[in-house]
C-alpha cells in the first residue's frame, strides 16, 4: 500500500509559480512511476506530468511543456512539480498518483493509489 500527501498549493497571480510536493509513505517508492494530473471544476481529471523511477523518462501535457517541470527525490520519497509562468487556465486541483511499475502511463485508470489533491488558483 502506498500513501500519498499532497502539499504547495496555493493562490497566485498569473505570470507566477507554484512548486508542488507529494510525499509517498511505503518501501516501493523508488521503483514506482509517479505522475501529475490535474482537475478543474465540470473537467474531467486531465494528465500533467509523469516520471519513471530513474527520473529518466519525463513524459508532459502539451498544455504544460516548457512551463512544469516534474522531478524525484528517491532518498525523500517524494516527487516534485515546479510550475512556471503560470496561467489561469492551469487553475485545478492537483493530484499526485503512483503505480508500482517501471511504465510511464499518461492514462488516470492505469494509476493505482491518489493523493487527496491540493488546490492551485491562478488568478489573471
Known amino acids: 500500500q502506498v500513501q500519498l500527501v499532497e502539499s504547495g498549493g496555493g493562490l497566485v497571480q498569473a505570470g507566477g509559480s507554484l512548486r508542488l510536493s507529494c510525499a509517498a509513505s511505503?518501501?516501493?517508492?523508488?521503483?514506482?512511476?509517479m505522475a501529475w494530473f490535474r482537475q478543474a471544476p465540470g473537467k474531467e481529471r486531465a494528465f500533467v506530468a509523469a516520471?519513471?523511477?530513474?527520473?529518466?523518462?519525463?513524459p508532459y501535457a502539451d498544455s504544460v511543456k516548457g512551463r512544469f517541470t516534474i522531478s524525484r527525490d528517491n532518498a525523500k520519497n517524494t516527487v516534485y512539480l515546479q510550475m512556471n509562468s503560470l496561467k489561469p487556465e492551469d487553475t485545478a486541483v492537483y493530484y499526485c498518483?503512483?503505480?508500482?511499475?517501471?511504465?510511464?502511463?499518461?492514462?488516470?485508470?492505469?494509476?493505482?493509489?491518489w493523493g487527496q489533491g491540493t488546490q492551485v488558483t491562478v488568478s489573471s
Open positions: 516520471i519513471n523511477w530513474s527520473g529518466g523518462n519525463t
Open positions: 498518483a503512483a503505480r508500482h511499475s517501471i511504465a510511464v502511463p499518461t492514462a488516470a485508470y492505469e494509476y493505482d493509489f
Open positions: 511505503g518501501r516501493t517508492f523508488s521503483s514506482s512511476s
